[in-house]
């Protein structure tokens, strides 16, 4: 999925801001470790057994056969003491199981404070990578991805892509008048999928 198409995708899920309704269970702070991240859907609910209905008692918001969360809804995930912005989605197959789930952890920036979001952004990318060589298996990159990096394994018997890309700014001016941009780092899992095919 090039570029372009992870910024469609990111601009077309439904946003309801302040939507949490009462009674949802979604918990209002996520504490959570990279294997929460990469077999439990939104880091909250285990993948084997998530379904629809799951992700709608949690709020989430449907588009397209996508399920989302949004951190302007509320949902908040906490990594290793780390909070960035983040739009989580998940697919269900036509059994009512969850078959995909994706995080997108957003660093937006202006070209006055790249510098600052470039350190948050490798702290947390740095910190997920070196978790995901500790727990997944056959772990590795691809060196043809026109991404800033792309990089597969497996946990357990999920299969897990991350994938860091820079949505480079095209004009657009921050407030105080200096380009803006944002890096979008995707954490994809693919529950059962098994062994993982690089550069396909």
């Not at 209905?53 to 290793?80: I, K, M, P, R, T």
């Not at 920036?109 to 470039?118: C, I, L, T």
């Not at 860091?164 to 994809?188: F, H, K, N, V, W």
């Amino acid at each position: 999925m090039p570029v372009s198409e992870v910024s469609g995708l990111l601009a077309s899920a439904p946003v309801v801001v302040n939507s949490v309704r009462q009674g949802s269970r979604l918990p209002a702070r996520a504490e959570v470790d990279a294997s929460d991240m990469m077999s439990k859907v939104y880091g909250i609910v285990p993948d084997k057994s998530c379904r629809r209905a799951d992700c709608v008692a949690l709020n989430a918001q449907e588009d397209e056969g996508y399920l989302w969360l949004d951190s302007a809804d509320g949902y908040c995930l906490s990594y290793e003491g780390m909070t960035p912005d983040v739009s989580a989605a998940a697919r269900v197959d036509d059994t009512d199981r969850v078959d995909e789930y994706c995080y997108f952890f957003l660093f937006p920036y202006s070209s006055a404070g790249k510098e600052e979001v470039v350190k948050q952004q490798a702290q947390f990318t740095g910190t997920l990578l070196q978790d995901m060589s500790d727990h997944c298996r056959r772990i590795g990159s691809d060196p043809n991805a026109p991404d800033i990096f792309a990089a597969a394994g497996e946990y357990g018997d999920n299969a897990v892509t991350v994938r860091l890309i820079d949505e480079a700014a095209d004009g657009t001016t921050a407030a105080d008048g200096s380009q803006a941009g944002r890096y979008i780092l995707m954490l994809i899992v693919e529950p059962g999928a098994g062994a993982v095919a690089l550069g396909e």
